[in-house]
């Protein structure tokens, strides 16, 4: 009965002291106000939601709160608040966020979260709300990532990526399409489109796709866009990832590809400065020199812009502003060969006209006489034969017509003609058997005028034949000769 009685008080002791401690907290609990708004929160996977926590301080000093959350982590849900401390003035409140991140692949679930307002001056200062999550499925497949193998390529290099899918369901998917882009600024570089017919259960799909970046691919960023989209082409999921084309520059000199092609008349030369860099070219200078002596067979198709003597060449300069990736400078020009063909071939005609000249047997005709020319007066004649080439010429004649108005004489002082009665005078001939190189012989012959001659007498023209060192005969002739009174 005693120990009934020690028990029965004990029991009394304990709920009055939880009843004293439930009015005290029930008291000290009405000193801060927290509350949530919206209280319950639907969140879609791959999103972040946020709610708004007032915290109203009711006491009549000013105090510091601090703020505690739990669970602070719940498996694939980070929630976040802006601020764990925040100072509140005498009957005032203040208003904070609290976000949650719920992740592409979390679970269909509703978590609980608590949120703890305490006094950091007064513990027993305290007051807790709570906030529901609900967090639904925004797509049932999901691109997981984009993967490449490197992130900074060279104009021209091959690009390869893979797109990783995830079916998060627990049956097979329905059918998908996978849109990929991939962009520079604005620009589409490259695009590809892929159908999915089903992703198995609980379980991923790969797509790998490459493409090759242009010779003279810009330099900077690009990004690869992925989109999920269903059948009816709305927008299931969307993914990126940037890539880097590095800036490839080189002298203009590293670029300079020169040719020459030969001919008879005209020797052509190309210089092509191309930029195969990704990035355009500063202003430069191409320049060739040839030598002096050659100036005047330089012929460009483009006019140099400078052109200057140095140490005895001649120095062309073409100046080009700028030149845009995979753009072409070509300089172009000739060596007028046939000039120097025309030059030698006019000097070959000189030469060959002054060694016919000089070289080949000559007849020369001369008269000598004194006075004027008056009947029986008498009036020497000279035929010289010269044979000025290098060689023997053969059955030498010589042949000269005397006109009737002159008498030959029967005088000769050098070698005797045969004389021939024509009806225009007396043809006298000479018979030479042969001449050596260089000989020379003068004929002579004495006239007399039958008739007193005023003013002057013209005598024709001497014919010499020969045979060559061919045994062509040839022929050549004198001038005619003028007697003058």
Same mark, same amino acid.
């Given at each position: 009965?005693?120990?009934?009685?020690?028990?029965?008080?004990?029991?009394?002791?304990?709920?009055?002291?939880?009843?004293?401690?439930?009015?005290?907290?029930?008291? +000290?609990?009405? !000193?801060?106000?927290?509350?949530?708004?919206?209280?319950?929160?639907?969140?879609?996977?791959?999103?972040?939601?946020?709610?708004?926590?007032?915290?109203?301080?009711?006491?009549?000093?000013?105090?510091?709160? !601090?703020?505690?959350?739990?669970? !602070?982590?719940?498996?694939? +849900?980070?929630?976040?608040?802006?601020?764990?401390?925040?100072?509140?003035?005498?009957?005032?409140?203040?208003?904070?966020?609290?976000? *949650?991140?719920?992740?592409?692949?979390?679970? =269909?679930?509703?978590?609980?979260?608590? +949120?703890?307002?305490?006094?950091?001056?007064?513990?027993?200062?305290?007051?807790?709300?709570?906030?529901?999550?609900?967090?639904?499925?925004?797509?049932?497949?999901?691109?997981?990532?984009?993967?490449?193998?490197?992130?900074?390529?060279?104009?021209?290099? @091959?690009?390869? *990526?893979?797109?990783?899918?995830? @079916?998060?369901?627990?049956?097979?998917?329905?059918?998908? *399409?996978?849109?990929?882009?991939?962009?520079?600024?604005?620009?589409?570089?490259? !695009?590809?489109?892929?159908?999915?017919?089903? =992703?198995?259960?609980?379980?991923?799909?790969?797509?790998?796709?490459?493409?090759?970046?242009? @010779?003279?691919?810009?330099?900077?960023?690009?990004?690869?866009?992925?989109?999920?989209?269903?059948?009816?082409?709305?927008?299931?999921?969307?993914?990126?990832? @940037?890539?880097?084309?590095?800036?490839?520059?080189?002298?203009?000199?590293?670029?300079?590809?020169?040719?020459?092609?030969?001919?008879?008349?005209?020797?052509?030369?190309?210089?092509?400065?191309?930029?195969?860099?990704?990035?355009?070219?500063?202003?430069?200078?191409?320049?060739?020199?040839?030598?002096?002596?050659?100036?005047?067979?330089?012929?460009?198709?483009?006019?140099?812009?400078?052109?200057?003597?140095?140490?005895?060449?001649?120095?062309?300069?073409?100046?080009?502003?700028?030149?845009?990736?995979?753009?072409?400078?070509?300089?172009?020009?000739?060596?007028?060969?046939?000039?120097?063909?025309?030059?030698?071939?006019? =000097?070959?005609?000189?030469?060959?006209?002054?060694?016919?000249?000089?070289?080949?047997?000559?007849?020369?005709?001369?008269?000598?006489?004194?006075?004027?020319?008056?009947?029986?007066?008498?009036?020497?004649?000279?035929?010289?034969?010269?044979?000025?080439?290098?060689?023997? =010429?053969?059955?030498?004649?010589?042949?000269?017509?005397?006109?009737?108005?002159?008498?030959?004489?029967?005088?000769?002082?050098?070698?005797?003609?045969?004389?021939?009665?024509?009806?225009?005078?007396?043809?006298?001939?000479?018979?030479?058997?042969?001449?050596?190189?260089?000989?020379?012989?003068?004929?002579?012959?004495?006239?007399?005028?039958?008739?007193?001659?005023?003013? *002057?007498?013209?005598?024709?023209?001497?014919?010499?034949?020969?045979?060559?060192?061919?045994?062509?005969?040839?022929?050549?002739?004198?001038?005619?000769?003028?007697?003058?009174?």
């Amino acid at each position: 009965m005693k120990y009934y009685i020690v028990n029965r008080m004990k029991r009394l002791f304990i709920t009055s002291f939880i009843v004293l401690v439930l009015i005290a907290t029930g008291v +000290v609990a009405q !000193s801060v106000d927290v509350t949530i708004s919206p209280s319950s929160l639907v969140a879609t996977s791959g999103e972040t939601q946020s709610v708004d926590i007032t915290i109203k301080n009711k006491q009549s000093v000013a105090d510091t709160f !601090s703020l505690s959350l739990f669970p !602070s982590q719940f498996e694939k +849900v980070s929630p976040s608040m802006e601020s764990f401390l925040v100072t509140i003035e005498p009957n005032s409140e203040k208003t904070i966020k609290l976000y *949650f991140t719920v992740a592409i692949d979390s679970d =269909i679930i509703s978590p609980v979260f608590s +949120v703890t307002a305490k006094s950091t001056t007064d513990s027993s200062i305290s007051n807790t709300e709570n906030v529901i999550l609900t967090i639904q499925r925004k797509s049932p497949v999901y691109i997981r990532d984009v993967a490449l193998e490197k992130y900074a390529f060279n104009p021209s290099e @091959n690009v390869e *990526f893979k797109v990783k899918l995830v @079916n998060l369901e627990e049956t097979t998917s329905a059918k998908y *399409f996978l849109k990929i882009n991939v962009l520079k600024g604005r620009d589409t570089v490259k !695009s590809f489109h892929e159908s999915i017919d089903s =992703i198995g259960a609980k379980s991923e799909f790969s797509v790998e796709k490459s493409f090759q970046l242009d @010779n003279y691919a810009s330099p900077g960023p690009y990004v690869i866009e992925t989109q999920l989209v269903d059948l009816s082409n709305n927008l299931k999921y969307a993914k990126s990832i @940037n890539f880097n084309v590095n800036t490839v520059t080189q002298p203009p000199t590293e670029y300079v590809e020169r040719s020459t092609v030969y001919s008879v008349a005209v020797t052509t030369t190309t210089i092509k400065t191309k930029n195969e860099g990704n990035v355009a070219l500063p202003a430069f200078t191409v320049t060739e020199s040839v030598p002096k002596f050659a100036q005047s067979l330089f012929s460009p198709l483009i006019e140099p812009g400078k052109t200057e003597d140095s140490n005895g060449r001649m120095v062309y300069s073409w100046q080009v502003q700028s030149l845009a990736p995979g753009e072409q400078y070509t300089v172009t020009y000739n060596f007028a060969i046939w000039r120097i063909w025309l030059v030698i071939g006019i =000097i070959s005609g000189v030469t060959y006209g002054l060694y016919k000249w000089l070289a080949t047997p000559k007849v020369v005709k001369g008269v000598r006489h004194s006075g004027e020319l008056k009947r029986g007066k008498e009036v020497i004649v000279l035929v010289e034969v010269k044979n000025r080439s290098f060689h023997e =010429i053969k059955d030498v004649e010589v042949v000269d017509v005397v006109p009737k108005i002159l008498k030959v004489l029967d005088k000769f002082d050098t070698l005797r003609p045969k004389g021939r009665k024509l009806p225009g005078g007396i043809e006298l001939r000479w018979a030479i058997d042969s001449m050596r190189p260089r000989e020379e012989r003068v004929l002579t012959y004495k006239v007399v005028p039958v008739v007193d001659i005023e003013g *002057f007498l013209n005598l024709p023209q001497a014919q010499m034949t020969y045979v060559d060192r061919h045994k062509i005969r040839r022929g050549i002739v004198s001038k005619e000769v003028l007697a003058k009174v």
